[in-house]
């Protein structure tokens, strides 16, 4: 990935927002490009529970996918004063909690709907945990709509009966009404 033509991009589509920046660091974290703003009005370029930092990645990511001439859309992360790390970290704190939940009943759980970008960090973060190595997670529900289900990979004896399928226990309280990705 180019991380100059991402910085510069990135750089000039703030400008032409309005938004202030007074730092951009581009780097690669595993298969993710990731980019850290730093700026002193951070709640501007956040915007209401994250809209404007989605909507500035989005246009980002397209930037960059038609100056590169790419064929996907590159995964590009930007971050705002460490914002989207936080909600990333309350993902994995909540995963590891429903995780408890699912080893004391033997039921599985379903997170509340997230989009695409946290069920990646959820399936991620389980299959490559290894205190969660006894766990699983697989994806259900459709559009805005889908969500994680978390359950044992061995389901106990006197469970669910092969070919039966075991309704999702939801949790209204689970701390991911608010995510902003």
């Known amino acids: 990935m180019d991380n100059t033509l991402i910085a510069s991009a990135l750089a ?4 032409h927002l309005g938004l202030p920046q007074s730092d951009i660091k581009v780097y690669a974290e595993d298969d993710v490009t990731r980019v850290d703003i730093t700026s002193d009005d951070a709640s501007r370029i956040i915007g209401w529970h994250g809209e404007t930092l989605n909507s500035v990645q989005h246009l980002l990511k397209s930037i960059v996918r038609s100056a590169l001439k790419l064929d996907r859309t590159p995964l590009i992360v930007v971050d705002v004063d460490g914002y989207r790390r936080m909600q990333e970290d309350k993902v994995k704190h909540i ?4 995780a408890d939940f699912v080893r004391r009943t033997g039921n599985r759980i379903a997170l509340s709907p997230m989009s695409p970008y946290f069920r990646r960090i959820v399936h991620l973060y389980v299959a490559n945990n290894p205190a969660l ?4 997670t697989e994806s259900v529900g459709e559009g805005d709509y889908r969500q994680i289900v978390l359950r044992l990979k061995e ?3 006197g469970g669910v009966k092969s070919g039966e399928e075991l309704s999702p226990v939801i949790a209204a309280d ?3 009404e ?4």
């Open 174 to 176: 689970d701390g991911l």
């Open 95 to 98: 995963a590891d909690t429903k």
């Open 133 to 136: 190595q006894d766990l699983t």
């Open 178 to 181: 608010n995510l902003d990705i």
């Open 155 to 157: 389901e106990k004896k």
């Open 12 to 15: 000039e589509l703030l400008r």
